[in-house]
T-cell receptor
Framework: AQKVTQAQTEISVVEKEDVTLDCVYE???????LFWYKQPPSGELVFLIR??????QNEISGRYSWNFQKSTSSFNFTITASQVVDSAVYFC??????????????FGQGTTLQVKP | EPEVTQTPSHQVTQMGQEVILRCVPI?????FYWYRQILGQKVEFLVS????????KSEIFDDQFSVERPDGSNFTLKIRSTKLEDSAMYFC????????????FGPGTRLLVL
């Protein structure tokens, strides 16, 4: 069964702190993609990153970094030196290759990040 | 940069009325999706559409729902007889034809059923 779990419902940090958002996934497929999306208070879903199941290299983009570990089925997201503008709901999502290959996304429950000045 | 657009941004309707939510996907994309997000909850898959037909639908997507691509640009979601529990944000998304390519989302339509 496919499932994405974001155990942290809400996180509150003070500006400039580092923060890590956890994501654990379940899938029977060997080929899949993992995503992170940001949903700011305005409501839209903003794509942040996509990783495929064969690429476990960690990625850094500015203050953002992602740690993909297949051994623990985790795809964690770290924001370094957080800023107030980082305040949003962050969703982790999974897409399986499978025989149907529709590419639908299975989302986690989301983590609400509040960054206080 | 091309983006997915959705209209209207907000819609208020009476229970039992029909609503049509409209989306214009990115022009060279081939796969189209509708998702729903009830307030404060996670984003849920409704339906995927490819080559002018539904390729997958969720349990939520019952007979009250339908999708259509009436022309080369629009992609619509129709709810035939709205219920209170249909109140949610509805997102349209599209992606290119590459395997498991990134889905880009529209800004959403907030539907309120009274």
């Amino acid at each position: 069964a496919q499932k994405v779990t974001q155990a942290q419902t809400e996180i509150s940090v003070v500006e400039k702190e580092d923060v890590t958002l956890d994501c654990v996934y379940e899938t029977r497929d060997t080929t899949y993609y993992l995503f992170w999306y940001k949903q700011p208070p305005s409501g839209e879903l903003v794509f942040l990153i996509r990783r495929n199941s064969f690429d476990e290299q960690n990625e850094i983009s500015g203050r953002y970094s992602w740690n993909f570990q297949k051994s623990t089925s985790s795809f964690n997201f770290t924001i370094t030196a957080s800023q107030v503008v980082d305040s949003a709901v962050y969703f982790c999502a999974l897409s399986e290759a499978g025989s149907s290959n529709t590419g639908k996304l299975i989302f986690g429950q989301g983590t609400t990040l509040q960054v206080k000045p | 940069e091309p983006e997915v657009t959705q209209t209207p941004s907000h819609q208020v309707t009476q229970m039992g009325q029909e609503v049509i939510l409209r989306c214009v996907p990115i022009s060279n994309h081939l796969y189209f999706y509708w998702y729903r997000q009830i307030l404060g909850q996670k984003v849920e898959f409704l339906v995927s559409f490819y080559n002018n037909e539904i390729s997958e639908k969720s349990e939520i997507f019952d007979d009250q729902f339908s999708v259509e691509r009436p022309d080369g640009s629009n992609f619509t979601l129709k709810i035939r007889s709205t219920k209170l529990e249909d109140s949610a944000m509805y997102f349209c998304a599209s992606r290119k034809g590459d395997l498991l390519g990134t889905q880009y989302f529209g800004p959403g339509t907030r539907l309120l059923v009274l």
